[in-house]
Structure formats: C-alpha cells, structure tokens
C-alpha cells in the first residue's frame, strides 16, 4: 500500500472519533505529514480525504495557498521593481500575510464554515522561503471553529515539524498524522 494510501488510513482514524468542543485552536490544527516527493501523489488524492472526512460526518473545504503569492505580489504597484531587487522582498512579507488572512477570511465566509467542518489547507510548500508555516497556522487557526488540516510537505519528528525537510524545525500542537502513525 502506498504511503498516501497509509496516510488517508490514518487521518481516517482520527477524524472519525468525536470532536471536543473545548479544545483550544491550536489543539483544533491536524498536520498530514508527508514526504515532499509525495506532493503530487498526495494532490491527486486530496478527494479521498474529504469523502472519509463526509463519511465521519463533517463538512469539507479546501483551501489552496499555492498560487496566493503570485497573486499577491502581481498587485503590487512596485512588483516589478521588487523581482528587480529581491532583496528588497523581506520588508514586504508581513503584508504578504495579511494578504493570505484576507482571503482566507473570505474563503471561510463564501463557504459558511462553521464548526462541524474541517478546513483543508493545501499548498503550504509554496510558503518556503517566504513566510513559515507556524506563522500562517497561528493566524489561521482561530479562524476555524472546525479542525483545520494542513498537508504538510516535510517531516515531524519529536514533536518537531520541519517543512520541506529545509528549516530548523518548530514545536507545534498540532495533531500530526503521518502515514506510519497508529490511532
């Protein structure tokens, strides 16, 4: 079996035991953890996730990150000057975020989230090098009264999630399921 085919196995479990209405936001963020070369195999399967999510009684929305800095950065009034100078991108970021905020507060509205849904959050590699994931996840995550799933394209080990196996990794709360992780 291959190891997306696992990892759909394991969140499986885990969505399917019943939700507690007191956790914390953070305590509310599932990470699918997976390997990066796994990337397409886990796109072409992110349908699978929502029909065990359906079958375990919740609603499903899917956000993509993947595209939101193209989109970000070509209405920038400087864009031009910034791929000149990409030096100069740093002091950009934050705005950047606020960005992905915005939307993301207009996804959760066009798709009338509310607390019996999970929030899948695809596209996360696309941050590299840019903002990093705990960043985003700490602005998202109060936002969903659900669960928020992030697919995570890197690696968790004690405790610790690195993303595409290229930064020091960070301490998170998060629920991680991996493909070799038991429920």
């Not at 929305?61 to 920038?76: H, K, N, R, S, V």
């Not at 929030?119 to 590699?125: C, E, P, Q, T, Y």
Request: with cysteine; aromatic share 14%.
């Amino acid at each position: 079996m291959s190891k997306v085919k696992r990892l759909i196995q394991s969140y499986n479990k885990y969505i399917s035991v019943p939700w507690r209405d007191d956790a914390a936001a953070a305590q509310r963020v599932i990470f699918c953890v997976y390997n990066e070369n796994e990337e397409r195999s886990l796109r072409a399967k992110t349908d699978e996730f929502e029909i065990v999510t359906r079958q375990a009684g919740h609603k499903w929305a899917e956000f993509d990150l993947t595209d939101t800095f193209t989109i970000w950065m070509g209405a920038q009034k400087y864009a031009k000057s910034y791929y000149q100078q990409p030096h100069l991108l740093p002091t950009l970021l934050p705005k950047y975020l606020t960005f992905i905020t915005a939307e993301f507060k207009k996804f959760l509205q066009e798709q009338s989230v509310d607390q019996d849904t999970v929030v899948a959050i695809k596209g996360v590699g696309s941050l590299f090098g840019f903002l990093k994931v705990k960043e985003v996840v700490d602005k998202l995550a109060p936002l969903v009264n659900g669960r928020m799933l992030v697919f995570f394209p890197g690696s968790y080990e004690n405790n610790n999630y690195r993303l595409l196996d290229g930064y020091d990794g960070w301490n998170y709360l998060a629920i991680p399921i991996t493909a070799d992780r038991e429920f």
